[in-house]
């Protein structure tokens, strides 16, 4: 994420009378006027860990760990953000209920209802945040494609005039290689430029104190 996030900690635990630590919500960061809390990052971690078999689903995240994750909650809003401005709307719901279905089959639907249980959400918010997640998804995927370059012959040309060393050792693939390499090279420049342009347009601020 940008440097002009404001980069700091907030964590709160509270302990009820049997010792077990009971999260107290807190905002964590804002875009726009949309506030993200703790339990937001929680709720997008769970759903992480849900999707690729990570366990436990349920993981009390703290410190840098939850700044990552936080972050990545901004990121997504902001996505959601820019893809409702431009009225972006490729999401068919069979997809969703697609998607939902088999997150509800792992583990026969435990892990699932335990993420309801555990942060006291309703079947239907979860399936929006679901939702969110794979619309969100759809349009940087497109936004990714429309960064991605076509590399000339001449690009490559004067890389290996450049670094002779390197492309030595690429070997007989040396020129697919490169032209890789200087595509993702491209698209990750885009890309920061595109996630600083929407942190400055939605003002977008991780609040920790």
């Known amino acids: 994420m940008s440097g002009k996030l404001i980069l700091s900690a907030l964590f709160v635990f509270c302990w009820v009378t049997n010792g077990a630590p ?3 919500n807190a905002i964590a960061a804002k875009v726009g006027e949309r506030l993200i809390t703790v339990q ?27 700044k990552v994750t936080v972050q990545k909650v901004m990121f ?11 009225d ?3 999401l068919d719901p069979k ?31 979860m399936v929006k945040r679901v939702a969110q997640g794979l619309l969100a998804e759809r349009f940087l995927k497109k936004k990714i494609e429309s960064l991605t370059p076509v590399i000339t012959d001449s690009e490559i040309d004067q890389y290996t005039k450049n670094y002779p060393e390197k492309v030595k050792k690429l070997g007989e693939k040396n020129r697919l290689l490169i032209s890789e390499a200087l595509k993702k090279e491209k698209v990750d420049k885009g890309l920061q430029d595109y996630i600083d342009f929407l942190t400055e347009k939605y003002t977008a601020t991780l609040l920790l104190s």
């Not at 759903?47 to 995240?61: A, N, T």
């Not at 997504?76 to 431009?86: C, H, N, P, T």
């Not at 969703?96 to 942060?119: I, M």
């Open 22 to 24: 009971q999260l107290v």
């Open 40 to 66: 937001d990052a929680y709720v997008f971690r769970g759903l992480q860990r849900l999707r690729s078999g990570e366990r436990p689903i349920v993981l009390f995240e703290t410190d840098r760990n939850l």
């Open 76 to 86: 997504e809003e902001m996505i959601l953000a820019e893809a409702k401005a431009v």
């Open 88 to 90: 972006f709307k490729e």
């Open 95 to 125: 997809q969703v209920a697609e998607a939902v279905k088999r997150l509800k089959e792992l583990s026969g639907g435990a892990d699932w209802h335990r993420l309801l249980r555990t942060f006291s959400l309703t079947d239907a918010e």
